[in-house]
T-cell receptor
Framework: NAGVTQTPKFQVLKTGQSMTLQCAQDMNHEYMSWYRQDPGMGLRLIHYSVGAGITDQGEVPNGYNVSRSTTEDFPLRLLSAAPSQTSVYFC?????????FGPGTRLTVT | GIQVEQSPPDLILQEGANSTLRCNFSDSVNNLQWFHQNPWGQLINLFYIPSGTKQNGRLSATTVATERYSLLYISSSQTTDSGVYFCAVSAGGTSYGKLTFGQGTILTVHP
């Protein structure tokens, strides 16, 4: 199993651009989530999904959209990038309570 | 929402020393996990431990749910133990609730 994979690893955007961060898992986990990690702030939940077709907001959802059309994929869309969205983004999946993280995407918005 | 406090915020050790990291939480939990973030940024699950005690090699963890704290013990520390240790908890009806992370403990192990 590849586990949780994320692409790209690094990305630089200009303010106002949009993009999609990809996340996939091959463990057939129902629960998936997106976090952002900022210095001194720990990890904060952006959006999560408890199964295909079901998504909900986390702690910091503004400026981000998600959808879950399949069990495997959970993309995160930035609608109009802002410098405040510069961060490291982690995707995770969970089964039997145990959470598994992807390697992360480092995003810089200039 | 639930509050999570980790202590100490920073810890510096010599190789071979033992350490205890603490996680306090403000409400009853049905999910508590410890993670290690290595210097390359990868987050690895160490323990899923909403209650009781578990051991995995040199690492062990204890959660006393009634007193709302968890402890992570690292024995005979190695330089590869360096990184940030996070505690994360969730409350509610199922173990699939939203995980709230503490601020982490930064551990540095010197050779």
């Amino acid at each position: 199993n590849a586990g949780v994979t994320q692409t790209p690893k690094f990305q630089v955007l200009k303010t106002g651009q949009s993009m999609t961060l990809q996340c996939a898992q091959d463990m057939n986990h129902e629960y998936m989530s997106w976090y952002r990690q900022d210095p001194g702030m720990g990890l904060r939940l952006i959006h999560y999904s408890v199964g295909a077709g079901i998504t909900d907001q986390g702690e910091v959802p503004n400026g981000y959209n998600v959808s879950r059309s399949t069990t495997e994929d959970f993309p995160l869309r930035l609608l109009s990038a802002a410098p405040s969205q510069t961060s490291v983004y982690f995707c995770a999946s969970r089964q039997y309570g145990i959470q598994y993280f992807g390697p992360g995407t480092r995003l810089t918005v200039t | 929402g639930i509050q999570v406090e980790q202590s100490p915020p920073d810890l510096i050790l010599q190789e071979g020393a033992n350490s205890t990291l603490r996680c306090n939480f403000s409400d009853s939990v049905n999910n508590l996990q410890w993670f290690h973030q290595n210097p390359w940024g990868q987050l690895i699950n160490l323990f899923y431990i909403p209650s009781g005690t578990k051991q995995n090699g040199r690492l062990s963890a204890t959660t006393v749910a009634t007193e709302r704290y968890s402890l992570l013990y690292i024995s005979s520390s190695q330089t590869t133990d360096s990184g940030v240790y996070f505690c994360a908890v969730s409350a509610g009806g199922t173990s699939y609730g939203k995980l709230t992370f503490g601020q982490g403990t930064i551990l540095t192990v010197h050779p």
